[in-house]
């Protein structure tokens, strides 16, 4: 018999979920290339690291965040309540775990861009598998209207996240009047590492950036240059992204 049939086999459920669907963008370039090897240590150190980070940041909602990662894709998933405050402090804690996520991917230590989506419904997630609307919606959002590195946010969401004053400072509205994830709200005197990732990623490119990643690398240029100017933090000031 291939299927058990008991009934402890049958008894799993969707709940509501708050989910981060993210790619890496060019990895599969990357294991192509002659530097393959590294490459793919990169992606391990950041993976082990941001599951680590969420881990030992001492928060009570981080602690059962979720993760399933495969290959050049993350997803990352938090259980939700609705109770208030409670709520607002689980989806809090989804945005700077996808944030954090986002900002040392983008650092020094690896020097990638990503895009993703951010939904909230129904899900199923185990170690076997994940089900669900918002596994579905957060994808369709970093494949179909993501389009640059960034995060795009449920509208369905934003109504929610807006009306907080400290779950808002995690959106920023963009030229396209869609909302995506500010992922350094919670970053400070991180413009080095920024600068020094951004020419990373140019030096990986070499001269093959067409008009494509081009576009790509001037977005995540203007957006880091913004925030940090936003931020006015006067020990970061000096440093700026820019072209090579």
């Given at each position: 018999?291939?299927?058990?049939?008991?009934?402890?086999?049958?008894?799993?459920?969707?709940?509501?979920?708050?989910?981060?669907?993210?790619?890496?963008?060019?990895?599969?370039?990357?294991?192509?290339?002659?530097?393959?090897q590294l490459a793919m240590n990169k992606l391990h150190n950041l993976y082990?690291?941001?599951?680590?980070?969420?881990?030992?940041?001492?928060?009570?909602?981080?602690?059962?965040?979720?993760?399933?990662?495969?290959?050049?894709?993350?997803?990352?998933?938090?259980?939700?309540?609705?109770?208030?405050?409670?709520?607002?402090?689980?989806?809090?804690?989804?945005?700077?775990?996808?944030?954090?996520?986002?900002?040392?991917?983008?650092?020094?230590?690896?020097?990638?861009?990503?895009?993703?989506?951010?939904?909230?419904?129904?899900?199923?997630i185990d170690d076997v598998m994940v089900w669900g609307e918002a596994l579905?919606?957060?994808?369709?959002?970093?494949d179909k209207i993501a389009n640059y590195p960034r995060i795009i946010i449920?509208?369905?969401?934003?109504?929610?996240?807006?009306?907080?004053?400290?779950?808002?400072?995690?959106?920023?509205?963009?030229?396209?009047?869609?909302?995506?994830?500010?992922?350094?709200?919670?970053?400070?005197?991180?413009?080095?590492?920024?600068?020094?990732?951004?020419?990373?990623?140019?030096?990986?490119?070499?001269?093959?950036?067409?008009?494509?990643?081009?576009?790509?690398?001037?977005?995540?240029?203007?957006?880091?240059?913004?925030?940090?100017?936003?931020?006015?933090?006067?020990?970061?000031?000096?440093?700026?992204?820019?072209?090579?």
């Amino acid at each position: 018999m291939l299927v058990n049939k008991n009934k402890d086999t049958y008894d799993r459920k969707t709940d509501e979920y708050i989910v981060a669907y993210i790619d890496l963008l060019g990895v599969t370039n990357k294991i192509k290339s002659k530097d393959s090897q590294l490459a793919m240590n990169k992606l391990h150190n950041l993976y082990t690291f941001s599951v680590k980070l969420t881990r030992d940041v001492q928060i009570e909602e981080n602690q059962d965040i979720q993760f399933k990662i495969f290959s050049d894709n993350i997803i990352i998933a938090k259980k939700l309540s609705n109770q208030m405050p409670q709520r607002t402090q689980e989806i809090r804690s989804l945005l700077m775990c996808a944030g954090h996520f986002q900002e040392l991917s983008a650092s020094d230590s690896v020097g990638w861009l990503l895009r993703g989506g951010i939904s909230i419904g129904q899900l199923f997630i185990d170690d076997v598998m994940v089900w669900g609307e918002a596994l579905l919606k957060s994808f369709y959002l970093e494949d179909k209207i993501a389009n640059y590195p960034r995060i795009i946010i449920d509208k369905d969401i934003v109504n929610e996240i807006i009306q907080n004053n400290v779950l808002c400072e995690y959106l920023r509205k963009d030229f396209d009047n869609l909302y995506f994830l500010n992922f350094l709200n919670d970053c400070h005197f991180c413009g080095k590492m920024l600068m020094n990732g951004f020419q990373i990623m140019q030096e990986e490119a070499g001269i093959k950036i067409d008009e494509k990643l081009y576009q790509k690398f001037s977005w995540h240029m203007n957006f880091v240059n913004a925030e940090l100017d936003r931020k006015n933090e006067k020990k970061d000031r000096k440093y700026r992204l820019s072209m090579l």
